[in-house]
Antibody, heavy 119, light 108 residues
Framework: QVQLVQSGAEVKKPGASVKVSCRAS????????VHWVRQAPGQGLEWMGV????????VYAQKFQGRVTMTRDTSTSTVYMELTSLRSEDTAVYYC????????????WGQGTLVTVSS | EIVLTQSPGTLSLSPGERVTLSCRAS???????LAWYQQKPGQAPRLLIS???SRATGIPDRFSGSGSGTDFTLTISRLEPEDFAVYYC?????????FGQGTKLEIK
């Protein structure tokens, strides 16, 4: 069955970086894209960007340009999202989700990774 | 960037009732690429509707979506206890793929 399994919770200090992983299984990894969506405590969903798992092409939301990097490792069917220069406002649950194309909805989601930024 | 505005923010209803949620876009959504997701506390969102009106796999037929252009709705014909959750619309027709702020359905 299709699964997206994310890495565990992280606690980081302001100014640090975090790298969250999303390991895919149960489908052909390179046939899909993976998006990252975050949710601050008690807030709504915010799209961060997407990576094409075949060629590695990325598109990032302007808000995160320069701070976010999404990469993939096809040998392990894993996607990574790194966010740098963390601030308290980056405290959120980060989700990965798959889509079969650039302009397609997300049919499977990871379980979420809580990233807490605190001094 | 397309801004999605959902209304109302919160709805208090009873099981068995019919409900319609609204999602209005600041500009036309390309090819009606509008999805609805359901999220329960502590869980990831779940896809309900894509392409404005197509139910995702395994979604009960009490959920239906409609609309085009800038105005979209999600209707739940008869609320079940498990339907009380937060509902988000999302447009994925143009980047950035934006979400509405959500509508919370709570038990009356």
């Amino acid at each position: 069955q299709v699964q997206l399994v994310q890495s565990g919770a992280e606690v980081k200090k302001p100014g640090a970086s975090v790298k969250v992983s999303c390991r895919a299984s149960g489908y052909t990894f390179t046939n899909y894209h993976v998006h990252w969506v975050r949710q601050a405590p008690g807030q709504g969903l915010e799209w961060m960007g997407v990576i094409n798992c075949s060629g590695g092409t990325t598109v990032y939301a302007q808000k995160f340009q320069g701070r976010v990097t999404m990469t993939r490792d096809t040998s392990t069917s894993t996607v990574y999202m790194e966010l740098t220069s963390l601030r308290s406002e980056d405290t959120a649950v980060y989700y990965c989700a798959r889509s079969i194309g650039w302009y397609v909805s997300y049919d499977y989601w990871g379980q979420g990774t809580l990233v807490t930024v605190s001094s | 960037e397309i801004v999605l505005t959902q209304s109302p923010g919160t709805l208090s209803l009873s099981p068995g009732e019919r409900v319609t949620l609204s999602c209005r876009a600041s500009q036309s959504v390309s090819s009606n690429k509008l999805a609805w997701y359901q999220q329960k506390p502590g869980q990831a969102p779940r896809l309900l509707i894509s392409g404005a009106s197509s139910r995702a796999t395994g979604i009960p037929d009490r959920f239906s979506g409609s609309g085009s252009g800038t105005d979209f709705t999600l209707t739940i014909s008869r609320l079940e206890p498990e339907d009380f959750a937060v509902y988000y619309c999302q447009q994925y027709g143009s980047s950035p793929y934006t979400f509405g702020q959500g509508t919370k359905l709570e038990i009356k």
